[in-house]
Protein backbone atom coordinates (compact mmCIF):
# COMPACT_ATOMS: atom_id res chain seq x y z
CA UNK A 1 0.00 0.00 0.00
CA UNK A 2 1.26 3.29 -1.00
CA UNK A 3 1.57 5.70 1.64
CA UNK A 4 0.12 9.44 0.46
CA UNK A 5 2.16 11.51 3.01
CA UNK A 6 3.03 14.83 3.07
CA UNK A 7 6.52 14.35 1.58
CA UNK A 8 5.01 12.59 -1.16
CA UNK A 9 2.43 15.01 -2.07
CA UNK A 10 4.92 18.14 -2.25
CA UNK A 11 6.97 16.21 -4.33
CA UNK A 12 4.47 15.62 -6.76
CA UNK A 13 3.37 19.59 -6.70
CA UNK A 14 7.28 20.08 -7.71
CA UNK A 15 5.76 19.09 -11.40
CA UNK A 16 3.44 21.76 -11.67
CA UNK A 17 6.27 24.34 -10.86
CA UNK A 18 7.85 26.20 -13.43
CA UNK A 19 11.84 25.84 -12.81
CA UNK A 20 14.47 28.70 -14.48
CA UNK A 21 15.34 25.94 -16.98
CA UNK A 22 11.87 24.93 -18.46
CA UNK A 23 11.52 27.40 -20.80
CA UNK A 24 9.89 25.34 -23.52
CA UNK A 25 7.48 22.28 -23.83
CA UNK A 26 9.82 19.80 -24.70
CA UNK A 27 12.09 20.57 -21.33
CA UNK A 28 8.87 20.29 -19.31
CA UNK A 29 7.56 17.35 -21.02
CA UNK A 30 11.09 15.29 -20.55
CA UNK A 31 10.76 16.58 -16.48
CA UNK A 32 7.35 15.28 -16.38
CA UNK A 33 7.85 11.52 -17.85
CA UNK A 34 10.88 11.94 -15.33
CA UNK A 35 8.81 12.05 -12.22
CA UNK A 36 6.19 9.89 -13.25
CA UNK A 37 8.57 6.96 -13.24
CA UNK A 38 10.12 8.53 -10.03
CA UNK A 39 6.61 9.03 -8.33
CA UNK A 40 4.16 6.50 -9.28
CA UNK A 41 4.22 3.44 -7.74
CA UNK A 42 5.18 0.19 -10.02
CA UNK A 43 5.75 2.63 -13.19
CA UNK A 44 8.50 1.57 -15.36
CA UNK A 45 8.22 3.82 -18.27
CA UNK A 46 5.93 7.10 -19.14
CA UNK A 47 5.35 9.45 -21.80
CA UNK A 48 3.11 12.34 -22.79
CA UNK A 49 1.24 12.65 -25.92
CA UNK A 50 -0.48 15.39 -28.08
CA UNK A 51 -2.99 15.47 -30.16
CA UNK A 52 -1.75 16.62 -33.62
CA UNK A 53 -2.94 17.89 -36.63
CA UNK A 54 -2.82 14.53 -38.54
CA UNK A 55 -2.39 11.81 -35.63
CA UNK A 56 -1.30 12.15 -32.10
CA UNK A 57 2.09 12.66 -31.52
CA UNK A 58 4.26 11.33 -28.45
CA UNK A 59 6.66 13.38 -26.57
CA UNK A 60 9.46 12.17 -24.45
CA UNK A 61 9.31 9.11 -23.70
CA UNK A 62 11.29 7.29 -21.04
CA UNK A 63 11.57 3.61 -22.77
CA UNK A 64 11.72 3.42 -26.57
CA UNK A 65 9.50 0.33 -26.44
CA UNK A 66 6.71 2.68 -25.64
CA UNK A 67 7.21 4.71 -28.85
CA UNK A 68 6.47 1.84 -30.61
CA UNK A 69 3.66 1.02 -28.91
CA UNK A 70 1.78 4.84 -29.36
CA UNK A 71 2.95 4.38 -32.82
CA UNK A 72 0.81 1.44 -33.57
CA UNK A 73 -1.83 2.78 -31.82
CA UNK A 74 -1.74 5.78 -33.81
CA UNK A 75 -1.41 3.77 -37.36
CA UNK A 76 -4.80 1.53 -35.97
CA UNK A 77 -6.44 4.85 -34.99
CA UNK A 78 -7.39 2.69 -31.87
CA UNK A 79 -5.83 1.42 -28.29
CA UNK A 80 -5.91 3.35 -24.24
CA UNK A 81 -3.46 6.31 -25.05
CA UNK A 82 -5.95 6.80 -28.62
CA UNK A 83 -8.96 6.82 -26.53
CA UNK A 84 -7.30 8.87 -23.80
CA UNK A 85 -6.85 12.04 -26.11
CA UNK A 86 -10.12 11.41 -28.06
CA UNK A 87 -12.33 11.11 -25.24
CA UNK A 88 -10.03 12.85 -22.45
CA UNK A 89 -11.11 10.07 -19.71
CA UNK A 90 -8.55 7.68 -18.15
CA UNK A 91 -7.75 4.64 -20.03
CA UNK A 92 -6.98 1.54 -17.77
CA UNK A 93 -5.38 -2.32 -18.67
CA UNK A 94 -4.64 -4.28 -15.67
CA UNK A 95 -3.74 -7.41 -17.26
CA UNK A 96 -2.66 -7.24 -20.98
CA UNK A 97 -3.20 -11.40 -20.72
CA UNK A 98 -7.28 -11.23 -19.93
CA UNK A 99 -8.56 -7.86 -20.69
CA UNK A 100 -10.77 -8.05 -24.21
CA UNK A 101 -10.08 -4.60 -25.57
CA UNK A 102 -7.34 -3.31 -27.91
CA UNK A 103 -6.07 -6.74 -28.73
CA UNK A 104 -3.40 -5.89 -31.17
CA UNK A 105 -2.30 -3.27 -28.53
CA UNK A 106 -2.31 -5.97 -25.99
CA UNK A 107 -0.27 -8.31 -27.76
CA UNK A 108 2.41 -5.85 -28.85
CA UNK A 109 2.58 -4.35 -25.09
CA UNK A 110 2.67 -8.39 -23.85
CA UNK A 111 5.88 -8.68 -26.36
CA UNK A 112 7.25 -5.72 -25.21
CA UNK A 113 6.83 -7.46 -21.42
CA UNK A 114 4.31 -4.72 -19.82
CA UNK A 115 2.08 -6.36 -18.07
CA UNK A 116 -0.39 -3.16 -17.35
CA UNK A 117 -0.73 0.60 -18.44
CA UNK A 118 -2.92 3.26 -17.44
CA UNK A 119 -3.48 6.55 -19.47
CA UNK A 120 -4.39 9.70 -17.99
CA UNK A 121 -5.69 12.95 -19.72
CA UNK A 122 -3.75 16.00 -19.14
CA UNK A 123 -6.65 18.64 -17.99
CA UNK A 124 -5.14 22.13 -19.23
CA UNK A 125 -6.78 25.09 -20.85
CA UNK A 126 -4.15 24.62 -23.88
CA UNK A 127 -5.40 23.09 -27.65
CA UNK A 128 -4.23 20.09 -28.70
CA UNK A 129 -5.13 18.29 -25.71
CA UNK A 130 -2.54 15.44 -23.73
CA UNK A 131 -2.21 12.75 -21.62
CA UNK A 132 -0.11 11.12 -19.66
CA UNK A 133 0.62 7.57 -20.33
CA UNK A 134 1.97 4.53 -17.63
CA UNK A 135 3.24 1.90 -17.88
CA UNK A 136 4.54 -1.25 -15.58
CA UNK A 137 6.37 -4.53 -16.19
CA UNK A 138 3.60 -5.96 -13.70
CA UNK A 139 -0.06 -6.65 -13.69
CA UNK A 140 -2.07 -4.80 -12.28
CA UNK A 141 0.01 -1.96 -10.84
CA UNK A 142 -1.92 0.79 -11.10
CA UNK A 143 -4.75 -0.26 -8.41
CA UNK A 144 -5.97 1.37 -5.39
CA UNK A 145 -3.50 4.17 -4.18
CA UNK A 146 -0.80 3.59 -6.98
CA UNK A 147 -4.14 4.96 -9.49
CA UNK A 148 -4.35 7.64 -6.92
CA UNK A 149 -1.11 9.01 -7.07
CA UNK A 150 -0.91 8.85 -10.75
CA UNK A 151 -4.31 11.00 -11.03
CA UNK A 152 -2.74 13.84 -9.15
CA UNK A 153 0.63 13.68 -10.74
CA UNK A 154 -1.63 14.33 -14.32
CA UNK A 155 -3.40 17.16 -12.36
CA UNK A 156 -0.04 18.66 -11.45
CA UNK A 157 1.39 17.67 -15.28
CA UNK A 158 -1.48 19.49 -16.74
CA UNK A 159 -1.20 22.35 -14.42
CA UNK A 160 3.21 22.51 -15.51
CA UNK A 161 2.02 22.48 -19.44
CA UNK A 162 -0.04 25.02 -18.40
CA UNK A 163 2.30 27.37 -16.98
CA UNK A 164 4.73 26.57 -19.68
CA UNK A 165 2.58 28.54 -22.22
CA UNK A 166 1.73 30.72 -19.81
CA UNK A 167 5.90 31.96 -19.55
CA UNK A 168 5.64 31.57 -23.31
CA UNK A 169 3.78 33.83 -24.23
CA UNK A 170 5.21 36.18 -21.26
CA UNK A 171 8.56 35.99 -22.81
CA UNK A 172 7.78 37.02 -26.12
CA UNK A 173 5.61 39.96 -24.98
CA UNK A 174 8.33 40.86 -23.14
CA UNK A 175 10.70 40.11 -26.48
CA UNK A 176 8.37 42.44 -28.75
CA UNK A 177 8.18 45.08 -26.11
CA UNK A 178 11.82 45.69 -25.75
CA UNK A 179 11.68 45.80 -29.34
CA UNK A 180 9.08 47.93 -29.95
CA UNK A 181 10.63 49.95 -27.38
CA UNK A 182 14.10 50.07 -29.50
CA UNK A 183 12.27 50.94 -32.57
CA UNK A 184 10.50 53.54 -31.12
CA UNK A 185 13.54 55.37 -29.38
CA UNK A 186 15.55 54.96 -32.98
CA UNK A 187 12.69 56.26 -35.33
CA UNK A 188 12.56 59.63 -32.51
CA UNK A 189 16.35 60.14 -32.89
CA UNK A 190 15.72 60.31 -36.64
CA UNK A 191 13.15 62.33 -36.87
CA UNK A 192 15.52 64.77 -34.41
CA UNK A 193 17.98 64.77 -37.32
CA UNK A 194 15.54 65.41 -39.85
CA UNK A 195 14.19 68.47 -37.98
CA UNK A 196 17.43 69.65 -37.23
CA UNK A 197 19.11 69.46 -40.00
CA UNK A 198 16.12 70.16 -42.43
CA UNK A 199 13.69 72.53 -41.00
CA UNK A 200 10.72 69.88 -41.06
CA UNK A 201 7.84 69.56 -38.04
CA UNK A 202 8.25 66.15 -36.68
CA UNK A 203 5.36 65.11 -38.09
CA UNK A 204 6.79 65.37 -41.35
CA UNK A 205 10.36 64.52 -40.42
CA UNK A 206 7.88 60.54 -39.66
CA UNK A 207 6.26 61.18 -43.25
CA UNK A 208 9.76 61.61 -44.59
CA UNK A 209 10.79 58.70 -43.43
CA UNK A 210 7.72 57.14 -44.05
CA UNK A 211 8.31 57.57 -47.71
CA UNK A 212 11.67 56.55 -47.97
CA UNK A 213 10.62 53.19 -45.98
CA UNK A 214 7.93 52.60 -48.48
CA UNK A 215 10.23 53.82 -51.66
CA UNK A 216 13.46 51.14 -50.34
CA UNK A 217 10.82 48.45 -49.45
CA UNK A 218 12.78 48.16 -45.96
CA UNK A 219 11.27 48.44 -42.45
CA UNK A 220 11.10 52.13 -41.11
CA UNK A 221 13.32 51.44 -38.17
CA UNK A 222 15.92 49.89 -40.63
CA UNK A 223 15.80 53.56 -41.93
CA UNK A 224 15.96 55.30 -38.94
CA UNK A 225 18.90 53.16 -37.73
CA UNK A 226 20.82 53.98 -41.01
CA UNK A 227 20.15 57.83 -40.75
CA UNK A 228 21.44 57.94 -36.99
CA UNK A 229 23.96 55.85 -37.33
CA UNK A 230 25.50 57.91 -40.14
CA UNK A 231 24.60 55.51 -43.12
CA UNK A 232 22.27 57.70 -44.81
CA UNK A 233 22.85 61.11 -45.81
CA UNK A 234 19.50 63.69 -44.20
CA UNK A 235 19.94 65.01 -48.08
CA UNK A 236 18.14 61.88 -49.35
CA UNK A 237 15.18 62.73 -47.66
CA UNK A 238 14.92 66.32 -49.86
Same mark, same amino acid.
Given at each position: ?15 ? #? ?13 R ?15 A??? *? ?30 ? *??? #? ?25 ? =? ?20 L???? =? ?38 H ?6 A ?25 ? #? ?26
Amino acid at each position: MVEINRALAERISDAA #RLLEEDSDDEVVLERLTRLAVELVPGTAGAALTV *EGQQQPMTFAASDPRIDELHELQFQLAEGPAV *EAL #RYNEPRRIDDMDTDHRWPAFRRAAARA =RFGSCLMLPLRTDRQPSGAMSLYSGA =RAAFRGSSHDVAMLFAAQGGAAVDNAAVFQTSQRMIANLHTALQSRAVIEQAKGILHAKLGVSPDEAFRLLSR #RSHHTNRKLRAVAWDLVHGDMDSSGFR
